[in-house]
């Protein structure tokens, strides 16, 4: 069973910046597209970004020219790069595959925006 673990979340003030880790049990990234997600309170969880296997990056217009997904293969490791943070970023940010079913969900990262 793949087991996800994700960091680097914290509080930061509007226009600052963050960077997400995601650590993977096992090399799955030759093999899955992988999608950072978040979830809002109240709200349901959604993409904002993901990447192939071949390196091709997608992004959610809400995020677009501000966030940045990349991968490390070697080190198991799916990252987000967050700039110009807004308020409205707040939330727990997940990983995961984008083909169904998902792997285990792991415990997220908070990211908390201050205005």
């Known amino acids: 069973q793949v087991q996800l673990v994700e960091s680097g979340g914290g509080l930061v003030q509007a226009g600052g910046s963050l960077r997400l880790s995601c650590a993977a049990s096992?090399?799955?990234?030759?093999?899955?597209?992988m999608g950072w997600y978040r979830q809002a309170p109240g709200k349901q969880r959604q993409l904002v970004a993901h990447?192939?296997?071949?390196?091709?990056?997608v992004y959610a217009d809400s995020v677009k020219g501000r966030f940045t997904i990349s991968k490390d293969s070697a080190k198991n490791t799916v990252y987000l790069q967050m700039n110009s943070l807004k308020p409205e970023d707040t939330a727990v940010y997940y990983c995961?595959?984008?083909?169904?079913?998902?792997?285990?969900w792991g415990q997220g990262t908070q990211v908390t925006v201050s205005s």
């Open positions: 995961n595959r984008l083909s169904y079913p998902p792997f285990q």
């Open positions: 096992g090399s799955i990234f030759s093999f899955h597209t």
């Open positions: 990447i192939t296997t071949g390196d091709i990056t």
